[in-house]
Protein backbone atom coordinates (compact mmCIF):
# COMPACT_ATOMS: atom_id res chain seq x y z
CA UNK A 1 0.00 0.00 0.00
CA UNK A 2 2.85 1.85 0.99
CA UNK A 3 4.51 2.17 -3.03
CA UNK A 4 0.98 2.73 -4.16
CA UNK A 5 0.75 5.84 -2.17
CA UNK A 6 4.53 6.60 -3.17
CA UNK A 7 2.87 6.80 -7.07
CA UNK A 8 0.28 8.25 -6.27
CA UNK A 9 2.15 11.67 -5.31
CA UNK A 10 4.75 11.35 -7.95
CA UNK A 11 1.61 10.77 -10.75
CA UNK A 12 -0.28 13.22 -9.14
CA UNK A 13 2.56 15.65 -9.79
CA UNK A 14 2.95 14.66 -13.08
CA UNK A 15 -0.59 15.32 -13.83
CA UNK A 16 -0.07 19.13 -12.36
CA UNK A 17 3.11 19.01 -14.74
CA UNK A 18 1.09 18.19 -18.07
CA UNK A 19 -1.83 20.42 -17.10
CA UNK A 20 0.87 23.14 -16.82
CA UNK A 21 2.65 22.18 -19.84
CA UNK A 22 -1.05 22.57 -21.42
CA UNK A 23 -2.33 25.94 -20.13
CA UNK A 24 1.11 27.89 -20.04
CA UNK A 25 1.73 28.86 -23.53
CA UNK A 26 5.94 28.53 -22.47
CA UNK A 27 8.47 26.02 -24.56
CA UNK A 28 8.44 24.07 -21.26
CA UNK A 29 8.32 20.29 -21.31
CA UNK A 30 5.86 19.08 -19.57
CA UNK A 31 8.64 16.74 -17.15
CA UNK A 32 10.06 19.41 -16.39
CA UNK A 33 7.61 21.28 -14.54
CA UNK A 34 6.54 18.41 -13.05
CA UNK A 35 10.73 18.43 -11.65
CA UNK A 36 10.11 22.11 -10.49
CA UNK A 37 6.91 21.35 -8.23
CA UNK A 38 8.43 17.92 -7.09
CA UNK A 39 11.27 19.85 -5.98
CA UNK A 40 9.14 22.66 -4.73
CA UNK A 41 6.82 20.23 -2.54
CA UNK A 42 10.06 19.08 -1.50
CA UNK A 43 12.01 22.41 -0.51
CA UNK A 44 8.68 23.75 1.54
CA UNK A 45 8.53 20.82 3.21
CA UNK A 46 4.47 19.26 1.54
CA UNK A 47 6.15 16.15 0.90
CA UNK A 48 8.62 14.84 2.67
CA UNK A 49 11.45 12.61 1.25
CA UNK A 50 10.65 9.49 3.28
CA UNK A 51 6.44 9.75 1.55
CA UNK A 52 8.62 8.93 -2.19
CA UNK A 53 12.05 7.71 -1.15
CA UNK A 54 11.33 3.84 -2.22
CA UNK A 55 9.41 4.63 -5.31
CA UNK A 56 11.72 7.50 -6.48
CA UNK A 57 14.91 4.94 -6.02
CA UNK A 58 13.15 2.27 -8.37
CA UNK A 59 12.31 4.51 -10.81
CA UNK A 60 16.13 5.73 -10.81
CA UNK A 61 17.43 2.30 -10.81
CA UNK A 62 15.24 1.28 -13.72
CA UNK A 63 15.75 4.45 -15.21
CA UNK A 64 18.59 3.11 -17.82
CA UNK A 65 15.68 0.50 -18.88
CA UNK A 66 13.64 3.66 -19.83
CA UNK A 67 15.89 4.85 -22.67
CA UNK A 68 16.16 1.51 -24.28
CA UNK A 69 12.93 2.77 -26.50
CA UNK A 70 14.29 5.39 -28.47
CA UNK A 71 18.09 4.11 -28.80
CA UNK A 72 16.38 1.59 -30.60
CA UNK A 73 14.17 3.91 -32.31
CA UNK A 74 17.47 5.64 -33.49
CA UNK A 75 19.01 2.36 -34.62
CA UNK A 76 16.01 1.54 -35.98
CA UNK A 77 15.80 4.96 -38.28
CA UNK A 78 19.28 4.94 -38.86
CA UNK A 79 18.97 6.19 -43.07
CA UNK A 80 16.69 8.76 -41.72
CA UNK A 81 19.54 10.34 -39.16
CA UNK A 82 22.61 9.13 -40.72
CA UNK A 83 23.00 12.75 -42.52
CA UNK A 84 23.71 14.39 -39.30
CA UNK A 85 25.01 11.85 -36.98
CA UNK A 86 28.23 14.08 -36.64
CA UNK A 87 26.39 16.67 -35.12
CA UNK A 88 24.28 14.59 -33.33
CA UNK A 89 27.30 12.95 -31.86
CA UNK A 90 29.09 16.33 -30.89
CA UNK A 91 26.30 17.72 -29.57
CA UNK A 92 25.09 14.83 -27.26
CA UNK A 93 29.73 14.69 -26.04
CA UNK A 94 29.36 18.39 -25.37
CA UNK A 95 26.10 19.03 -23.47
CA UNK A 96 26.85 15.59 -21.39
CA UNK A 97 30.04 17.32 -20.25
CA UNK A 98 28.42 20.41 -19.49
CA UNK A 99 26.06 18.77 -17.75
CA UNK A 100 28.68 16.95 -15.85
CA UNK A 101 30.52 20.26 -15.05
CA UNK A 102 27.35 22.13 -13.84
CA UNK A 103 25.93 19.31 -11.70
CA UNK A 104 29.44 18.76 -9.94
CA UNK A 105 29.48 22.46 -9.29
CA UNK A 106 25.83 22.51 -7.87
CA UNK A 107 26.60 19.76 -5.66
CA UNK A 108 29.95 20.98 -4.59
CA UNK A 109 28.08 24.72 -3.64
CA UNK A 110 25.06 22.56 -1.96
CA UNK A 111 27.50 21.23 0.07
CA UNK A 112 29.60 23.60 1.38
CA UNK A 113 25.95 25.97 2.01
CA UNK A 114 25.23 22.57 4.33
CA UNK A 115 28.80 22.74 6.03
CA UNK A 116 27.80 26.22 7.03
CA UNK A 117 30.29 27.84 4.55
CA UNK A 118 33.23 26.25 5.92
CA UNK A 119 35.48 24.48 2.82
CA UNK A 120 36.67 21.12 3.32
CA UNK A 121 38.26 19.45 0.59
Known sequence: MKYL???MIIGGI???GELLHAWLPLPVPA???GMILLFLCLCLKIIKEDQIRET???LLLIMPVLFVGPGVGIIDNYMAVSDAILPFFIT???TTIIV???TGLVSQAIIRRMRGGKNHE
Open 5 to 7: FQI
Open 14 to 16: TFV
Open 31 to 33: SVY
Open 56 to 58: ADF
Open 92 to 94: VFV
Open 100 to 102: MAV
